[in-house]
Structure formats: structure tokens, C-alpha cells
């Protein structure tokens, strides 16, 4: 298989850049590309040392490759790194088909799901990519993203295609009531699994019922059907988002706004947003997730529950938290917490919400925090702010999962053990680091998750850095290695 082709015998001198700060072998690097190609169902990628060297030495690789590499130096550098910042040339895209600014209507959003849940579908097949497979970032996600708030035009103007005659029976409210149900379910699954187990059959659900949004319901029942789609969608984000494959996540949360656009759904949208925020964050967007988390407190500012509120000032925390602006963190901190106190006990919360609990909201506090201290060069002050709320959250999560019977939500309670790890790191505390990365390699094993498995295995390895010396610290890595290799990290199954 042809990988490449030459462009001379200038050295790539962007990639050998990014290469050395990486920190990777040229062995390393190739196994990472072949592992993502193979999430991506391009089987037919197989790369080696003498590759990697070739593409160092100026050779122009072929698609994928170009945006596997900024795939995997992004999650490496935790900032978006365009192929060009790489050397590389990407494959040119048409702007009509390919990034985030897609038409706002609802034919076009029924049909660019149908197709991208279908091409996601062959992935394991033909390896099917698609053509809008690049990272957006910056007004080129922020701006499309705006027009969530323009209104819809009226329904005439809008009128989906009438249904093939004697083609399918009109969908009743109970099979309507059966796919709301199987939503929920596939939600708890996320929770307690990851999202490696469940993501193809989320996004096999949401392309059937794409097909049902082909069809002419009455108006109140395509609505309905339109919030399945954009939970749906939003999920398939979410579990893309847990496994790794960040294009795709991005891809799937802006269907999923565009479906609660076509729900009528303020909050509903505001909830894919602040995702999409979180996002950027992880992809250190800090400015990016800031204007996301607005223009979603925006959005919802009438509709929203105090916990979607709650929930969304803790969102706009964190951003401050990244850009290094304590002033404006602590302030939302305050609203985060205050808002959550009128939160409703009921069942009248729409499930997406009610993962949203005094747990998740300490967490969010405590991580808050612990950016600040990171943002302001480890900052002791704000380390112990932090220290409370995140012994909160880890109480909290573990109390669930004793009295759940499905474990409650385990990966959100592994994160929180990996961020308490992180926090003893921070405060110069190796045998706490061991005793909480030890536990969360108990639970790592029990999901398939790629972001717990990362964040596991960074926050070890700044451990060995800084710690290599300290016994519990050098056995915990040793530990992690035998029981948690990188091999058995997810996949998007």
C-alpha cells in the first residue's frame, strides 16, 4: 500500500518539531497512527519506523494519515494542531460539505445525519472516512454555532418529504415512548461502561430514526422526534468524544444542536453546547469554550432549570479557570453552587439533566480550582481550595456505586480518583497520588473509556517524572503497565 508521496528532500522541519516535543520513538508514533487507523476502519493502513522517518524527510503522506497525525499530536499538546501546523498538506474539502457550518433546516439536518451515521457505520467495512472529518476552532466553530438563536422560518417553508404511500404505518405515541425510553438506557450504559461499548449501537438508533423523520408526522410528534435525534446525536458525541475520536464527537454535537434547533429545545441545545464546550477545553480552547458556554447560558436563559443553569455556570468556571481569570472563576463557582441549591428533587428534570448531581457539581468546583492553580504556576492557595470539593465528589461517587446496582456512574467516579491523584501530585504528595491512582486503576479496568485510560496514564507518568524515586509511586507505575496496557484501552465499538 502507497502511504506517501514524495515532495523533494527538504525535511519536514514542522513535523520533526512537533515529533521531538512529543517525546515519542518513531516506534511509538507509528503504532499510535495504525491503532487510530484502525479505530477509523482504515485497515488498510500499516506504518513502520522506515515511514515515519520517510515522512520526517519530507514525504507527503496520504489521507488519513494527515489527519490521524493532528488527531494525535492535539491529544498530545491538548490543543488543536492543524495538519498544516504539521507540514502536511490535507485533502481539499468542498465548504459546502465538509466542517460545522452546516444549512439550519430540517431537511438538510435529516439528511446529513442519515448520511454520517451511515458512513459511520461502514467504518468497520470499507473504511469509510467521510468529508468532514477536520477539526473546527475558533469563529470557524463559534460564528456557525451563533445561528442556533436565529428563529426557525415558518413550518410551510420547511415541510419535510411526504412519506412513500403503504411505505411504513404511522409511528404511534407508544413506540414514540419506547425510543425516549431506549435513549435513557443507552445513557446509563455510557455512565457505567464508557463509551466504547455502546457507540456503534447509538449511532445505528440514531440513523433508524432519521429514517422515521423522513416521513410526515403530525407537528407535536415530529418535534418529539426531533429531540430523540438530538439526544441521540449528543451521545454518539459524547461516547465519540470519550473513545478518542475528537472530529467525529465535534461532527456529531453539531447535528445534535441542529435537531434541538428543530425540536424547539433551548435547553436541550444549551446542554449539546456546553459538551462542545468541554470539548474545547480539553482541547485547551479556553476562549473557544468560553463564547460555547455563553451563547448557551444565552440560548436558554428562558426554559432552563436551575440545574441545566447550575450545570452551565460550572461550564463557564472551568473556561475562566483555563484563561487564568480567578475573579471571574470563583464568581461563577458561586453561581454554580447557589443555582444548584433551587435544583428540583422531582422527576420533572428531563434525564439528560439529572446526571448533574451534588457529586458532579463538586467535581466541577474542584477541577475549577485546580486549573486555577495549574494556570497560576501550581498555586498552593488554590490546590486547597480544590482539595475539599474533590473529597466531596470521590465520597459522593463511591457512596453511589456501593448502593447502585449497575455501579452508578463509574467513570465519572474514576475521573474524580484520577483527579484527586492529580491534586496530591500538585501538592507534592506522592503515596496519596498511589493510594488514589490505585483505585482508579480497579476501575478503569471496567470500562472502555480511552479518555479515563489517558488522563490514568499522563497523570502517572508527570507521577514518575517528578516522583521516580518514591517506591509507591514507582510500583503504581509498574502496576498500571501490567494491568492496564495500552492495548487494552477502547475502541469505538
Request: glycine share 8%; aromatic share 6%; net charge negative.
Amino acid at each position: 500500500m502507497v502511504e506517501g508521496v514524495q515532495s523533494g528532500k527538504c525535511p519536514n522541519a514542522q513535523l520533526s518539531s512537533w515529533f521531538v516535543r512529543s517525546g515519542w520513538s518513531k516506534g511509538e508514533l507509528a503504532r499510535q497512527v495504525n491503532r487510530r487507523a484502525r479505530q477509523l476502519g482504515a485497515h488498510h493502513i500499516s506504518t513502520d519506523t522506515s515511514r515515519v522517518r520517510r515522512w520526517l524527510d519530507g514525504e507527503q503522506p496520504r489521507e488519513p494519515i494527515p489527519r490521524i497525525l493532528s488527531e494525535l499530536f492535539s491529544e498530545r499538546f491538548g490543543c488543536v494542531v492543524p495538519v498544516e501546523e504539521l507540514g502536511l498538506r490535507s485533502a481539499h474539502r468542498s465548504p459546502a460539505a465538509s466542517g460545522v457550518d452546516l444549512p439550519w433546516a430540517a431537511p438538510q439536518t435529516v439528511t446529513l445525519i442519515s448520511e454520517f451515521t451511515r458512513g459511520d457505520l461502514m467504518l468497520g467495512r470499507s473504511g469509510f472516512l467521510g468529508n468532514s472529518l477536520a477539526m473546527a476552532a475558533g469563529p470557524e466553530l463559534v460564528e456557525p454555532m451563533q445561528r442556533w438563536l436565529v428563529p426557525n422560518p415558518s413550518p410551510a417553508a420547511e415541510e419535510l418529504p411526504a412519506p412513500a404511500v403503504g411505505e411504513r404505518p404511522d409511528l404511534s405515541a407508544p413506540e414514540l415512548d419506547l425510543l425516549e425510553q431506549t435513549t435513557v438506557m443507552f445513557r446509563r450504559w455510557d455512565a457505567q461502561c464508557g463509551g466504547g461499548l455502546r457507540r456503534k449501537a447509538i449511532v445505528g438508533q440514531l440513523h433508524e430514526v432519521t429514517e422515521l423523520l423522513e416521513e410526515e408526522h403530525p407537528e407535536r410528534m415530529q418535534r418529539r422526534l426531533f429531540g430523540v435525534t438530538a439526544e441521540l446525536a449528543e451521545l454518539a458525541g459524547w461516547m465519540s468524544y470519550d473513545v478518542g475520536l475528537q472530529t467525529t464527537a465535534q461532527k456529531y454535537f453539531v447535528l445534535a444542536l441542529h435537531a434541538a434547533k428543530e425540536a424547539d429545545d433551548r435547553p436541550l441545545g444549551a446542554y449539546v453546547l456546553s459538551n462542545m464546550c468541554r470539548q474545547m477545553i480539553h482541547l485547551r480552547r479556553s476562549e473557544d469554550a468560553l463564547e460555547l458556554v455563553h451563547l448557551a447560558q444565552y440560548g436558554s436563559r428562558e426554559g432552563a432549570t436551575a440545574r441545566t443553569q447550575s450545570m452551565l455556570y460550572a461550564m463557564e468556571a472551568r473556561a475562566y479557570a483555563n484563561l487564568g481569570q480567578p475573579g471571574k472563576c470563583k464568581r461563577a463557582v458561586r453561581m454554580a453552587e447557589a443555582t444548584f441549591e433551587e435544583a428540583d428533587e422531582t422527576d420533572s428534570e428531563p434525564d439528560w439533566i439529572r446526571f448533574f448531581s451534588e457529586a458532579e457539581l463538586c467535581a466541577e468546583t474542584a477541577h475549577s480550582y485546580r486549573d486555577l492553580a495549574y494556570a497560576s504556576g501550581r498555586s498552593p492557595t488554590y490546590a486547597s481550595l480544590a482539595q475539599p470539593a474533590m473529597e466531596r465528589a470521590v465520597a459522593l461517587f463511591a457512596r453511589e456505586a456501593a448502593e447502585s446496582e449497575g455501579g452508578g456512574h463509574r467513570r465519572s467516579y474514576a475521573l474524580n480518583l484520577i483527579g484527586m491523584a492529580g491534586l496530591h501530585l500538585l501538592r507534592r504528595e506522592p503515596k496519596g497520588f498511589a493510594s488514589c491512582a490505585g483505585e482508579a486503576i480497579d476501575l478503569a479496568k471496567l470500562l472502555r473509556s480511552e479518555r479515563v485510560h489517558n488522563k490514568l496514564r499522563t497523570t502517572a507518568a508527570s507521577a514518575v517524572h517528578e516522583f521516580g524515586d518514591v517506591a509507591d509511586v514507582v510500583e503504581l507505575s509498574r502496576r498500571l503497565e501490567a494491568e492496564l496496557p495500552e492495548e487494552a484501552a477502547a475502541v469505538a465499538g
